[in-house]
């Protein structure tokens, strides 16, 4: 490091780091912060004002990526079927999302051109709820390619896929309990992973 700048007067002017860029990027990754910042504490305060309907509607979006990636409780429901009681209540939910193979799909929509891109009919409370939702949702991509590329029929790799569809299926219904919850009361939920990227898709 000390060489380093012992060689930087030799350098041409061109080559030479300019204070200025450096400044300008930490000017602007302050401002992002700022804004990330002010974005938050918007919402929060729409949280706070936010009336009944508003919250039931959030709590509602969370039901969306927990009934299209359902499946992946698979081995969670076979290992112990009593958990099944759990999702007694949202059985109808479950059947009437699984009706139709683009019902995800139309859903998605619905909910991105709809509520998220409707700044006029939603408040951005709403419009922050459903676009975790949408995130979260869209994540569900990866757990599903990695199943259908390697598709393992036992061994250490069908052990594999097991723990992963466990633990998708848990994070999604810890996220369904925690932001239905939240909202219900009033409260802005963050998840993790997905916030920042919903808190930029709705500026």
Known sequence: ??????????????????????????????????????ILTTISCDADKSSASDRVISAACYLYPFLDGVQYGKYVLTQFPSFQLVLQPLLPAIRLFRASPFTGFLLFLT?????????????????????????????????????????????????????????????????????STSCLLGQLPRLPIVADAAERQIL
């Not at 979260?136 to 594999?160: K, M, Q, S, W, Y």
């Open 111 to 179: 909910l991105y051109f709809a509520v998220v891109r409707n700044p006029s009919a939603f408040s951005r409370y709403v419009r922050f709820n459903t676009m975790q939702a949408i995130v979260l949702d869209v994540l569900l991509i990866f757990p599903d390619l990695l199943e259908r590329t390697f598709n393992p029929r036992g061994g250490v790799a069908l052990d594999f896929v097991m723990s992963l569809d466990s633990t998708v299926f848990f994070f999604l219904l810890v996220s369904l309990v925690y932001g």
């Open 1 to 38: 490091m000390a060489s380093s700048l012992l060689l930087l007067p030799s350098l041409p002017l061109s080559l030479r780091p300019s204070l200025s860029s450096f400044t300008t990027t930490t000017t602007t990754i302050k401002r992002r912060r700022t804004k990330s910042r002010r």
